[in-house]
């Protein structure tokens, strides 16, 4: 019988075949709302320009995926200076109507849920004007992926999508149907995502908070918000 010899190998020697070290961690796949938002030349602007984001870089704000039925304030802060952009005042929140005010108190938007309705639906008002239907935002079954039709500054009517993976750990927003080109303007991010945006590091100040929203410069912050808000509504009546 022939037998095939093999090379022998000594402590500390490499072989043909061997590249020695520790095997290079296989990079995690990215998920396809895994997006990066990119600047909006000409900006969209629906609630006011106070709340578009400036243009240099995008802002982080950190959010809760539930708010509060106990009378605790729902706050949404910027994740890298705690500075506060949107509260939610907890003693006048109701299950079917939430008003959202900006950091100086003044309101923002105000979103109502029909009471029994059949379909997932969020109807949002003008904070200054509560009779101005700004947009609603609907859903598919399974909440999976939402629709809103809002008129930006200047009457230019536009479409917002935004689509959520089943555990809600990738959801991501376009201007416009993203099979179509349409322009990523937000998405979710973990803590390990934003580090690098971060000059100072992160500064959550001990908040907890369930995710992270990056949204471009250029972009609407309180019409994202209220986009996102009423996901998560609307994900409540799943469970």
């Not at 020697?13 to 990066?36: A, F, I, L, N």
């Not at 000409?42 to 995926?65: D, H, I, R, T, W």
């Not at 939402?146 to 999508?161: H, L, M, S, Y």
């Amino acid at each position: 019988m022939d037998f095939v010899k093999k090379p022998f190998k000594k402590m500390g020697q490499m072989v043909s075949g061997d590249h020695g070290g520790e095997e290079k961690p296989k990079e995690k796949p990215k998920h396809k709302y895994d997006v990066q938002p990119q600047p909006l030349k000409g900006g969209l602007c629906v609630f006011g320009k106070e709340y578009v984001v400036p243009e240099g870089k995008p802002l982080f704000l950190a959010m809760k995926n539930k708010i509060s039925w106990t009378g605790d304030d729902y706050i949404i802060k910027d994740a890298a200076t705690q500075e506060v952009w949107f509260k939610i005042d907890g003693k006048l929140s109701f299950c079917e109507k939430k008003t959202m005010f900006d950091r100086n108190g003044a309101p923002v938007f105000i979103m109502k849920e029909k009471v029994m309705q059949l379909d997932d639906v969020q109807t949002v008002y003008s904070g200054k004007d509560p009779t101005r239907l700004m947009f609603e935002v609907k859903s598919n079954i399974g909440n999976s992926k939402q629709r809103a039709k809002v008129t930006a500054e200047g009457g230019r009517e536009v479409e917002i999508v935004s689509k959520c993976s089943l555990t809600d750990s990738h959801c991501a927003m376009w201007l416009g149907e993203p099979k179509e080109g349409g322009h990523p303007i937000a998405c979710f991010k973990c803590k390990g995502d934003i580090m690098n945006f971060c000059p100072n590091g992160l500064n959550d100040g001990g908040y907890v908070c369930d995710y992270y929203v990056e949204i471009a410069p250029g972009v609407d912050a309180a019409m994202v918000v209220a986009i996102v808000m009423a996901q998560c509504q609307m994900n409540e009546s799943y469970w």
